[in-house]
C-alpha cells in the first residue's frame, strides 16, 4: 500500500506571495492532519481534516488554511508568507478520527521563504 | 493544555549499547494515548509504537521495548543492541481528543536526537 505522498517536496517563494501544498493519504484513511516543523518552535499542529470538515485547528494565524476533498486528498495554503513560515510541512493520515488511531507521516513539503 | 517533555536533546551511544530515552507528559483526560516516533535525516516521521493510558503492561518488540508509568507521567523508549541506524531524531507525542470539535492531535516533545557510532 502506498503511502502519504505530499507535493512539492521542496518550494522557493519570496515574502508576501501565496502558497499551497498538497497531500494524499494513504488509501483507506480518511482523516488528514498538517504540522509544522522548524527548529525554534519543533512540530506544532496546524490543522486535521475529516469527512471533508476542520475538526480541530492549531495556534496558527488565519493565513494558514485547509481543506479535504471527498477523495481525502488536502490542500494547505498559506497567504502572505513571511519570513517565520519557513519550515518543513508535514502531512499525516489515520484511518479515523479518533486519538486512538496512529497518524502516519508524508515526507514533508521543505518551504523556504526569502 | 497538553504537554510533553523530551529533557535530553543529543545521546550518543556506541553500537550494540543499550540506549533510553525518556518522556514525560502533563494531559488532564482520563483517556489518552502516547506514541513514538523516529525521524530519521530524510525527513519522513515513521511511528515506532502506541500506547493507551488504560495499559500499563510494558511490552517488548524485537529490539524496541516501552515502560510506561502512569504514576509518574511517564513513557520511555529503550532500544536494545543498538545499531548505527538507529541514529535519527526520536519523538515522543500524546493524542488528544477533543470533545467539543469530535478532533484529535498530537502534541509532539521537542525530541532526542539519538547518535550510534559504529
Known amino acids: ?114 | 493544555a497538553q504537554k510533553v517533555t523530551q529533557a535530553q536533546t543529543e545521546i550518543s551511544v556506541v553500537e550494540k549499547e543499550d540506549v533510553t530515552l525518556d518522556c514525560v507528559y502533563e494531559t488532564r483526560d482520563t483517556t489518552y494515548y502516547l506514541f513514538w516516533y523516529k525521524q530519521p535525516p530524510s525527513g519522513e516521521l515513521v511511528f515506532l509504537i502506541r500506547r493507551n493510558s488504560f495499559d500499563e503492561q510494558n511490552e517488548i518488540s524485537g529490539r524496541y521495548s516501552w515502560n510506561f508509568q502512569k504514576s509518574t507521567s511517564s513513557f520511555n523508549f529503550t532500544i536494545t543492541a543498538s545499531q548505527v541506524v538507529d541514529s535519527a531524531v526520536y519523538f515522543c507525542a500524546l493524542s488528544e481528543w477533543s470533545r467539543a470539535t469530535s478532533g484529535s492531535r498530537l502534541t509532539f516533545g521537542e525530541g532526542t536526537q539519538l547518535t550510534v557510532n559504529p
Open chain 1, 1 to 114: 500500500k502506498a503511502g502519504v505522498t505530499q507535493t512539492p517536496r521542496y518550494l522557493i517563494k519570496t515574502r508576501g506571495q501565496q502558497v499551497t501544498l498538497s497531500c494524499s493519504p494513504i488509501s483507506g484513511h480518511r482523516s488528514v492532519s498538517w504540522y509544522q516543523q522548524t527548529p525554534g518552535q519543533g512540530l506544532q499542529f496546524l490543522f486535521e481534516y475529516f469527512s471533508e470538515t476542520q475538526r480541530n485547528k492549531g495556534n496558527f494565524p488565519g493565513r494558514f488554511s485547509g481543506r479535504q476533498f471527498s477523495n481525502s486528498r488536502s490542500e494547505m495554503n498559506v497567504s502572505t508568507l513571511e519570513l517565520g513560515d519557513s519550515a518543513l510541512y508535514l502531512c499525516a493520515s489515520s484511518l479515523e478520527v479518533l486519538s486512538s488511531y496512529e497518524q502516519y507521516f508524508g515526507p514533508g513539503t521543505r518551504l523556504t521563504v526569502t
